[in-house]
């Protein structure tokens, strides 16, 4: 394979002008192919917050750059600040004193892969007979950038070829042109927004009203909940509503037919798991959500655990696994760094990984950062991070519907909303499910220890003050993913699995109309046949 070699260069007389001014904020992007793998380097002034690490392209990104180039580039625009980018297509024939002839075919407003363009490229696709028909349309309407053709094909015919620089409201704007190996000889140009704020700066500036918004919403659920609270303990008894105690480990949580209890001792915690099924099989692992341990898994462990060798273990902070202090301990890439060293661990290179809520979230990102760790995943009940997020802010019915995660910033009133009429809510939370007696003592006793409540409490005060920072918008998925929805969820919109499938790749989604949103419990059967349809195909 040859080796290219992609770079933004700075175009025009004013930006010669300005260069000196913009060097601090505009960044060097350079990308080449060597040998058939793609490395990716981000040179900045002051930091290197964006750098992104080979091992994370060499599966995933260099597929995606192959198969759907054109969201590739807009993704990569969006991610470092670019504004707009414009296809140019080479012009086949004749040459001119040795030159390439290139005519600039679209511009377009750079948006995250998964989304559409505008005009002529509103419908991108990976078919590429499809691609050279789009690009040869829009090219026989002869369209061109700023009503000129372009002659370029290197730096010194570039500086010398007749772009129009756009001038912005409040400022100028840059020209860059990205030679790139991209099929059909397609090279883009890029438009950087010279005075647009440093990096820094829109970092800071951005989260704070996301920030604001939060803890006036914190504040005022907190407030409701403190009136809620009182006036049921005179409605329940005061004594009884204020009472709670440690309550004693039931026999399920010792039942063998569940499988081993071990320990698995990763770089910075000891993560409990439970492994059963035969050690020759692959492996597929569990992950719980909120407010849950491996034991929510119990329905699952038993059906699977003659095909697979099943494993499903408590996430830091749970039950018997360690509980790191600081909200810094809770954020994504250290727990999706958990799972894989738990399949490293117990002697896997991969696995069928399964999650449901938190563990669904996480499951998400794990198939999407470390693909090689994921044979097939399957999600329950939980939407991928980015669209949350998205959702999150835009979405008036989900915001209305997360108004717990709004409470449980704030200290103490969530540890306290779990023990109130010792520990009522798991009762309230389990009643449309299949749970015994039993099931709801084994969660009262784990999370009725010291402690117990503020580790799961801290994924969500943690993912808060991830609000506003960069969002990988990549929603492409290498893996198959299968995401099995309860539509009576009460705490996730009812539009998320539609929008999954609009948004995301290789995914099947299948729904449960009657379930809940702790769907493997509500519908375990369900749920099983679902799982096992799905892995057989």
């Known amino acids: 394979m040859k ?63 192959r198969q759907r180039p054109l969201q590739f580039l807009s993704h990569i ?25 290139m005519a600039v075919v679209e511009s377009h407003k750079s948006r995250a892969i998964g989304k559409g363009s505008n005009n002529n490229f509103i419908k991108l696709t990976e078919n590429k007979s499809e691609w050279t028909n789009v690009i040869t349309n829009v090219c026989s309407r002869q369209r061109t950038y700023g009503g000129k053709r372009a002659d370029v094909t290197n730096k010194r015919v570039l500086r010398k070829s007749k772009f129009n620089v756009s001038k912005s409201q409040n400022g100028k704007r840059l020209l860059a042109a990205t030679f790139c190996p991209l099929p059909f000889s397609v090279i883009a140009t890029l438009r950087a927004k010279v005075a647009a704020p440093s990096p820094e700066k829109s970092k800071m500036a951005q989260p704070l009203g996301h920030l604001i918004m ?28 204020w009472n709670w105690k440690v309550h004693e480990k039931p026999g399920c949580l010792s039942d063998e037919t569940f499988g081993t209890h071990g320990y ?17 099989k692959p492996l597929m692992l569990f992950m719980h959500g909120f407010p849950e341990f491996w034991y929510s898994w119990r329905n699952q462990i038993k059906e699977f655990q003659k095909d697979y060798r099943v494993v499903a273990f408590d996430m830091r902070g749970y039950n018997e696994s360690d509980k790191p202090k600081g909200l810094a301990e809770y954020t994504m890439p250290k727990l999706m760094k958990d799972v894989k060293q738990v399949i490293l661990a117990l002697g896997y290179e991969s696995c069928i990984l399964v999650g449901h809520d938190w563990g669904g979230a996480i499951a998400w990102g794990v198939g999407r950062h470390y693909p090689e760790c994921v044979d097939k995943l399957i999600v329950m009940n939980a939407p991928p991070g980015p669209l949350m997020q998205k959702l999150f802010f835009t979405d008036s019915k ?34 449309a499910g299949k749970a015994s007696e039993e099931d709801l003592l084994a969660y009262k006793h784990v999370f009725s220890q010291p402690g117990a409540l503020t580790g799961p409490l801290n994924y969500y005060r ?14 492409h998925y290498t893996v198959p993913v299968l995401l099995i929805w309860g539509c009576q969820d009460s705490v996730l919109s009812p539009s998320i699995p539609g929008k999954v499938e609009k948004e995301c790749t290789n995914v099947t989604v299948r729904r449960i109309e009657t379930a809940e949103h702790f769907v493997q419990n509500h519908a375990p059967e369900a749920v099983n046949n679902i799982m096992r349809e799905w892995l057989a195909e």
């Not at 690490?53 to 990104?61: A, I, Q, V, W």
């Not at 470092?80 to 140019?88: C, D, P």
């Not at 770089?267 to 050690?279: C, M, T």
């Not at 409470?407 to 010792?422: G, R, S």
């Open 77 to 101: 625009c969006r991610y470092k600040g670019l504004e707009h980018f414009a296809i140019i297509r080479k012009i086949e024939g004749k040459r001119s004193r040795g030159r390439k002839k």
């Open 398 to 431: 989900q915001r209305k519907m997360s108004w717990y995660m709004f409470l449980f910033q704030l200290p103490y009133l969530p540890e306290l909303l779990f023990k109130v009429h010792d520990f009522g809510v798991f009762s309230r939370i389990f009643k």
């Open 264 to 280: 698995l001792h990763l770089e910075d915690v000891r993560i409990h798991y439970v492994i059963s099924g035969p050690e020759d």
């Open 3 to 65: 080796t290219y070699v992609w770079s933004v260069l700075l175009y025009g007389r004013e930006c010669r002008k300005i260069k000196k001014e913009t060097e601090k904020r505009l960044e060097t992007v350079e990308m080449w192919f060597i040998r058939g793998k793609m490395r990716m380097s981000w040179t900045e002034k002051k930091s290197n917050e964006l750098a992104l690490k080979e091992d994370n392209l060499e599966r995933s990104l260099i597929k995606t750059i």
């Open 462 to 475: 943690a993912s808060m003050q991830e609000v506003g920072g960069p969002v990988d918008h990549d929603l």
């Open 214 to 241: 939060i803890w006036v919403l914190a504040l005022f659920y907190g407030s409701m909940t403190c009136i809620g609270l009182i006036i049921t303990s005179f409605k329940v008894g005061v004594t009884k509503f």
